[in-house]
């Protein structure tokens, strides 16, 4: 019980640490992780790599406070149907909660969790986030006239947005993933003992101690 | 029905449907998502100010020493600069005291002197390509509150427009930066009865740090290197802030001719920024009573 109590505690602080550390690198300094117009986003990766390798409820719940700090910290204003531009509330965290939801089930019991699929499921998650922001954006121009147009075009929305988002991610992924082994929510010599179903089976358990 | 409520499938589709009412939710005053995210926002600012700090205090000290030589060299080359330039400071001194005595006999007018300008450190930056703000650190406590449809124009060190102020909080501000889709301002060609345009941000442009012009009417021709400023048309910015240069100029359709410009300001180096709070001076108040405080600001939507 003392030692599942230590193992929880770890857990929190270690992504409390990582949660605020990236979320502040990410909105401080873009330009140093960007290129060609795009940003590495490695609070995006984050999430990824942590529902892939720790489970779903890891992955949703790291998701949605990282995308509660990312609303506070760089939140979104969109054109509203009345022509003028609103801060919103929330798309952050509906972004980084789908991410890891869908990292968590994406081939884990097929591929045992691996580290070199992490990368596949960082690239798929990626590019699943770039087409559905671009359907959602041009749709939202579509249905609201005063938002303007939003006429990107093939080359731009499939190489110059999502090919050069998900490379970007992919090498941002090599630092996250060398932390989260080593440095991570679990210690390296449980991660190599833990299967799973084991991660299966402490998704029931261990975020309601909390 | 307990293996429905436990499925996780169930569970991602419910929070994400409690979330899209959330952020519909969001556009309205007084969400309570949106309060969430404020409160949150006042946990959260500390440690972001404190990793931006700790990260600019090393990246000081590594140039310190990797420009170690290229410094020293750097320093007599001022040295030689700060002589020359207090020779001119005394010359321009004297310029401004004639300058004072001239604004005085021929009531030139001030553009910005009917404005409050506040400075402020930028602390956060657009996140990604999408939509994402700005924020600044200086709200409410500084005395910078909005009213709902108001807004107020920023500029960097050189008077260059940066964006402008759409939601201010107790210590920060959100500002609508000048390359973001939902921004548009008046323009007008930098010279005597210059022609109208309108300046906006365009989902395209952005990624190269270039913004659109639109509006331009018949008969008008632009060139690259034209200067652009606003017009001070809608009331919200003052004429005469230099907005960029005309970069390319698109004929292809000749009913609605558009063009490219350069911001002058490059927001993605920017450190510090100001905010132009527009005020009535007291001599104002005793020539026009009629004149209220809010009609002196300005209006949402396009500058």
């Given amino acids: 019980m003392m030692m599942n109590q230590r193992k929880l505690i770890r857990k929190i602080v270690v992504y409390a640490v990582y949660i605020l550390l990236l979320s502040s690198l990410q909105v401080s300094y873009p330009n140093r992780l960007g290129f060609g117009g795009q940003t590495a986003d490695i609070t995006f990766v984050f999430v990824v790599l942590t529902g892939y390798f720790y489970g779903f409820k890891d992955g949703v719940i790291v ?106 991610n992919l090498i941002a992924g090599i630092p996250l993933l060398v932390l989260l082994r080593f440095a991570g929510p679990v210690g390296l010599a449980e991660q190599r003992n833990t299967s799973d179903d084991v991660i299966k089976s402490n998704e029931d358990t261990s975020w309601l101690q909390i | 029905m307990k293996r429905l409520l436990t499925s996780k499938w169930f569970i991602v589709l419910a929070v994400s449907l409690l979330l899209i009412a959330g952020i519909i939710l969001s556009f309205l005053p007084g969400s309570p998502l949106k309060a969430a995210v404020g409160i949150a926002s006042n946990a959260v600012s500390p440690a972001q100010k404190g990793v931006k700090t700790t990260g600019n205090a090393f990246s000081d000290f590594w140039a310190a020493i990797a420009d170690g030589i290229a410094i020293r060299e750097e320093n007599k080359t001022l040295k030689e600069e700060i002589a020359d330039l207090k020779y001119r400071l005394n010359q321009y001194e004297e310029a401004a005291i004639r300058y004072e005595e001239l604004k005085e006999a021929f009531h030139i007018r001030d553009t910005f002197s009917n404005y409050d300008i506040y400075g ?184």
């Fill in chain 2, 120 to 303: 402020a450190t930028i602390l956060s930056r657009e996140a990604d390509e999408w939509f994402s703000v700005i924020r600044i650190n200086a709200g409410k406590n500084e005395g910078i509150s909005l009213e709902q449809g108001q807004s107020y124009p920023v500029v960097d060190v050189e008077m260059n427009l940066v964006g402008r102020v759409i939601e201010t909080q107790g210590s920060d501000s959100k500002v609508l930066p000048l390359l973001h889709e939902g921004f548009s301002v008046a323009g007008k060609v930098n010279e005597v009865n210059g022609a109208s345009v309108i300046v906006s941000g365009d989902s395209v442009l952005k990624r190269s740090g270039l913004c659109k012009v639109k509006g331009i009417e018949k008969g008008v021709r632009l060139v690259p290197g034209t200067v652009i400023v606003t017009s001070g048309e809608g009331g919200l910015f003052p004429d005469g802030i230099p907005i960029g240069t005309i970069v390319s100029v698109d004929e292809s359709n000749p009913v609605e001719v558009t063009a490219t410009l350069k911001p002058f300001s490059n927001i993605g180096e920017l450190e510090d920024v100001f905010v132009m709070i527009p005020f009535i001076s007291d001599d104002k108040k005793e020539r026009e009573p009629g004149v209220s405080e809010s009609s002196a600001q300005g209006q949402g939507g396009q500058g």
């Fill in chain 1, 63 to 168: 998701g949605l406070i990282m995308g509660l700090v990312r609303d506070c910290l760089a939140p979104i204003a969109i054109i509203g149907i009345d022509g003028t531009v609103h801060v919103t509330a929330g798309i952050g965290m509906l972004v980084m909660f789908l991410a890891g939801a869908v990292a968590s089930s994406f081939f884990t019991k097929r591929m045992h969790r691996n580290i070199p699929f992490a990368f596949v499921s960082i690239a798929f998650i990626t590019l699943l986030y770039k087409f559905s922001g671009h359907f959602l954006a041009y749709s939202w121009t579509f249905l609201v006239p005063s938002a303007g147009s939003y006429d990107l075009g093939v080359y731009e929305i499939v190489v110059r947005s999502s090919l050069l988002q998900t490379l970007l």
